[in-house]
């Protein structure tokens, strides 16, 4: 693959997720963080196109529900709903979301382009994939937007949308504090692009992650395919839009306790010296992003280094020793 096909690939991967009945996507690279709800600030002079303020590092950002933009009726919100950090070139704000779904490599030619669209449409573009439409969300129109002060929703009680019950509010309030307790991220406004960017997921009780440059596309569940004279650890093949791919079951590849297996089949996919793999894990968990000088040291083999984030040790995988041992066996298809 050239250099430019490598480029475009990277440019149009694109993380999607759940908001009431439809789904909706923003490219990867302007997403900074994922994370379970946290309780938000309310002042009471707050402009009515923002549902709340977090405290987020060294910064305090917006939050905004598209669905208000949209003219969707918005639901009560729960502990469950998930929170995105997106940045454009000037700021930084959240989403709220249903539900993360992955993340995927968009087709340029499935994509469509609305014709009508302005500088305050929250939807530019739309995309098809597995026969449901996919809505790409502008977060430039959402920066515009979000400087104007907007009073479409007075009639809206914002704070009435979140939990008041005990339970809720002590979770959320719990998230909130585990934000604001965060040390591994400083940032100030010219360091946005200084950072690395990864996906966490869980192996057994030990979190580890992959850096999001090998990474394809991300499926919480898949069909995979079993192979008879394959070795241990190789799950089988699954089919991923006609392409065949191999599905190792990292915690056999690794040597770890292999006893206990999901109900679901989360896999990352990921690609490395045009090879391309698919891994079995046990739970894939969020999106972050750290600043190299929080690795806590460098290692060789198939774990790379550790750092610890949000009070939690991650290790993360050599992709390129894992991708290069001979041990994988790929049989063309």
Known sequence: ???NNLIEQKKN????FQIGENKYAINSDNILEIMKLPALDYPQKLPNNIVGLLKYNNFVINVVDIRFYLNIEVPPYTVHNELLIVKTDEIIFGIITDQVIGILPF???????IPFVDSKMVIDSLYKYNQETIFIINIYAIENLLKQHDNRWADVDIPALFPVDEASRSIMTKRTMAIADKSSLKLASGELHAKNKYISFNLNADSYCIALDFVKEVLKDTSITNVPGIPDFIEGIMNLRGDYITVINLKKFLGLDSSTQPDKKPVIIIKCNELKLALLIDKINELFEFQESDLLESGEGYFSNEFIYNETLY????????????????TDM
């Open 1 to 3: 693959m050239s250099s």
């Open 13 to 16: 991967t694109h993380l999607y």
């Open 107 to 113: 087709d340029t030619a499935q994509m469509d382009a």
């Open 315 to 330: 290790t993360v995988l050599n992709i390129d020793k894992i991708s290069s041992d001979k041990r994988i066996i790929i």
